[in-house]
Nanobody, 125 residues
Framework: QVQLVESGGGLVQAGDSLRLSCAASGRTFYALAWFRQAPGKEREFVAAISRSGGNIDYADSVKGRFTISRDNAKNTVYLQMNSLKPEDTADYYC????????????????????WGQGTQVTVSL
């Protein structure tokens, strides 16, 4: 049974940092990614990382502030979020792609096969 379990969300102030974790189990995944969904908005891509870690992609809105990484021995992907802003407030979801993509990472919601239940991040002024 495939499971993705996120943790690490919380309430922080603007400028603070948080690290999200997502433990994946049940099969081999290629790309792992983070998406987020703010109240009343569509779920949007945040970051993705290939299995080797050699291919990484970020949304423009988080470049330079967020860092995605993975530990394949632990089947875990992380999202280090620094310099948090109120506009980063959202539910953050871990996603896994079971397809091997040779050139680029998937960045669209429909391209991912498995999803976690989400963890809430709230950034106050």
């Amino acid at each position: 049974q495939v499971q993705l379990v996120e943790s690490g969300g919380g309430l922080v102030q603007a400028g603070d940092s948080l690290r999200l974790s997502c433990a994946a189990s049940g099969r081999t995944f290629y790309a792992l990614a983070w998406f987020r969904q703010a109240p009343g908005k569509e779920r949007e891509f945040v970051a993705a990382i290939s299995r080797s870690g050699g291919n990484i992609d970020y949304a423009d809105s988080v470049k330079g502030r967020f860092t995605i990484s993975r530990d394949n021995a632990k089947n875990t992907v992380y999202l280090q979020m620094n310099s948090l802003k109120p506009e980063d407030t959202a539910d953050y979801y871990c996603a896994a792609d079971r397809k091997l993509r040779l050139a680029t990472l998937a960045t669209k919601r429909y391209e991912y096969d498995y999803w976690g239940q989400g963890t809430q991040v709230t950034v106050s002024l």
